[in-house]
């Protein structure tokens, strides 16, 4: 019983939350953490969390911060989601102590919470190199980041990843078309990366070596090359003689790639479990 009258007091914030965030912000913030992070998740299922309704509900027990829906979301968020880890906490609490003027510490920099992130999903433009990065360099332990169509992130946000978040399992850079080979050679050092989505990005057939001679060689079991226009033969069966454990392959709507690549899709060498291609008609 007293587990039904939760749930259905978190539905009704859920159903009145804009009305609740504007006359009772300070409930919010005092709720228990528990209740915070359940919140947190119908919320930005329905796409109602942005950037100024997520101090609110900012939590240390939120693992996954699925912003897919959320439209409102901002670079601004990933500058404060990285003010919020612990590391970024204890050097704020070091510089506090050190400085005579404590006016001197912008107030912006006041958090509440220690967060401890190991999924992100984001979406769309407004997300920039800027905050992504900072929020990459604060949580090393990331498993999974998914950005799709993020249109303004660059190679440089892609270096940073594969610079700082050494146990990345899965990278999704769906529709995301300023990347290009610069930033998935940035991307060679990680050692557990699974699963590598890079629909629409403007790589070559050098992206493709890259991934067959990175670190993941051996650990890579899917990719997705989707609308990949400039990727030939040459690179895909690179890729498929260096990455044996590739499971799950889709290559659609790459007109450079012919019907050499798909003969060269030998199920004793890869067992795949998965594959979605079209060759262009000649």
Known sequence: MVAKLVALCEYAIVNHFNTIVLTQSSTLIAL???????????????????????P???NCRTRTFDFRDCVGITDQSLILMARCSLSAQIERKRLQSSSPNQNEIPPHTTTTSVLNPSIIYIRGIHIIDYGLIQFV???PSLRKIRAINCSQITDESIIAIGTHCLRLMELDLTGCIKITDEGINGLRQLTHLRSLALTQTHITDDSLISIGQSAFHHTLNEINLRMCTEITDDGFLFLLKHCPNLKTIGFIQCPKLTERSRQNLNPQ??????LVWTIPVE
């Open 32 to 54: 228990p953490v528990n209740l915070k992070a359940r919140l947190f998740t119908l919320l930005s299922n329905r796409g109602l969390i942005n950037d100024d309704n997520l």
């Open 56 to 58: 609110l509900l900012l």
């Open 137 to 139: 360099q604060q949580y």
């Open 269 to 274: 060498t890869h067992r795949l479990s998965y």
